[in-house]
């Protein structure tokens, strides 16, 4: 069983920060990609940033320059660095992993089971 634990959504105000943080656990060989999506009310989910095992990175064009997405190998955990938050972040926000549970073994997508975003006055 894997299970992947969203922390360090609330509320803020705009121009505030939050740091997220998305820890996996369980089965787990090794994690190839983990992510960010968010979801706001009457809308699709949506990408907000990306990383993968390497360290490389993508960042939706509305959060570049804003947020930073990073992760910890050894732990299993990414986390996002939301600064200079606006209202229009103001999302349901959702870990993602692309993983194996065993060495050369079939990929499977996993998701948290989101944390709350809220940017308000």
């Known amino acids: 069983q894997v299970q992947l634990v969203e922390s360090g959504g609330g509320l803020v105000q705009p121009g505030g920060s939050l740091r997220l943080s998305c820890a996996a656990s369980?089965?787990?060989?090794?994690?190839?990609?983990m992510g960010w999506y968010r979801q706001a009310p009457g809308k699709q989910r949506e990408l907000v940033a990306h990383?993968?095992?390497?360290?490389?990175?993508n960042y939706a064009d509305s959060v570049k320059g804003r947020f930073t997405i990073s992760r910890d190998n050894a732990k299993n955990t990414v986390y996002l660095q939301m600064n200079s938050l606006k209202p229009e972040d103001t999302a349901v926000y959702y870990c993602?992993?692309?993983?194996?549970?065993?060495?050369?073994?079939?990929?499977?997508?996993?998701w948290g089971r989101g944390t709350q975003v809220t940017v308000s006055s």
């Open positions: 993602h992993a692309n993983l194996r549970k065993v060495q050369a073994g079939l990929r499977y997508d996993y």
């Open positions: 990383i993968t095992s390497g360290g490389s990175t």
């Open positions: 369980g089965s787990i060989f090794s994690i190839d990609a």
